[in-house]
């Protein structure tokens, strides 16, 4: 499956780092989606970007700064994490802001350490 | 906001049986609700989802119902096989055309066994 890819898929960081996480979609869409997914937690949405612009921050600490250079790549920044940010972070896309279906990718598990 | 539950958290259930999952979800205007399923490992990939105007719909061994009035869904999987084995999450979103945001229940890690 190579529709929405993200890269590195696995991440240990200590809290002093930076480090970035890359997601690119090969479908033509238009929207691109950060959702985090913690053990035992339902998925959650953290950021929501519509044709580079970001339209939605689900109230996430700065520490997380998203980046999104064209309609086919996503960044997610990441710096001076806390261990409670260990998590699966999935990248997502859809057509457009209004389509139903979403794309996920793989992921990235982070261990922040 | 719009808050989903989801039960069970997990679910066993012997080969052939079938799967129940529910979700309830407050905001009535949600219109939306697909249901992915996570294999061990994978990305969550949808496999049905329903509108609010459809009560039910069905694809082969799995179903969905949907009451607006309850504000209640449920995923039924028949003749379960050990390829069900995976992590399912509902959702529930208003969709609009400024944007399609997914509220997630929990999930329901179903174990299928042989």
Known sequence: ?113 | GENVEQHPSTLSVQEGDSAVIKCTYSDSASNYFPWYKQELGKRPQLIIDIRSNVGEKKDQRIAVTLNKTAKHFSLHITETQPEDSAVYFCAASIGTEAGNKLTFGGGTRVLVKP
């Open chain 1, 1 to 113: 499956e190579t529709g929405v890819t993200q890269t590195p898929r696995h991440l240990v960081m200590g809290m002093t780092n930076k480090k970035s996480l890359k997601c690119e979609q090969h479908l033509g869409h238009n929207a691109m989606y950060w959702y985090k997914q913690s053990a035992k937690k339902p998925l959650e949405l953290m950021f929501v970007y519509n044709f580079k612009e970001q339209t939605e921050n689900n109230s996430v600490p700065s520490r997380f700064s998203p980046e999104c250079p064209n309609s086919s790549h996503l960044f997610l920044h990441l710096h001076t994490l806390q261990p409670e940010d260990s998590a699966l972070y999935l990248c997502a896309s859809s057509r457009y802001l209004s389509s139903y279906e979403q794309y996920f990718g793989p992921g990235t598990r982070l261990t922040v350490t």
